[in-house]
């Protein structure tokens, strides 16, 4: 499946860790495009790492975030997090 980020569109993978949290902390696929689609973006000290995280209507336990890598054509979940702040620094 392709998902647009940044303006650009790519084809989107989950790691087997992102697969396994997401299982875990109850994120769908679905949601996974939304945070990507519609999320405030962070971008991580290393070029083509980005955290992106929303909340989620219905969730108790917001915000979800992805940990994401641009790995063109591929966009990689690398993890699934709840309960998600930014660091102040960010």
Request: glycine residues 4%; proline residues 3%; positive net charge.
């Amino acid at each position: 499946m392709d998902v647009c980020f940044a303006n650009k569109r790519y084809k989107l993978v989950f790691t087997d860790h992102a697969r396994q949290r997401m299982s875990v902390r109850d994120v769908t696929i679905e949601m996974s495009i939304a945070i990507i689609e519609t999320g405030t973006v962070i971008t991580k000290e290393r070029k083509g790492r980005f955290w992106v995280y929303k909340n989620l209507p219905g969730r108790t336990d917001n915000s979800v975030c992805l940990s994401i890598v641009v790995e063109d054509p591929n966009l990689v979940v690398v993890t699934a997090l709840i309960n998600w702040r930014p660091n102040d620094e960010d």
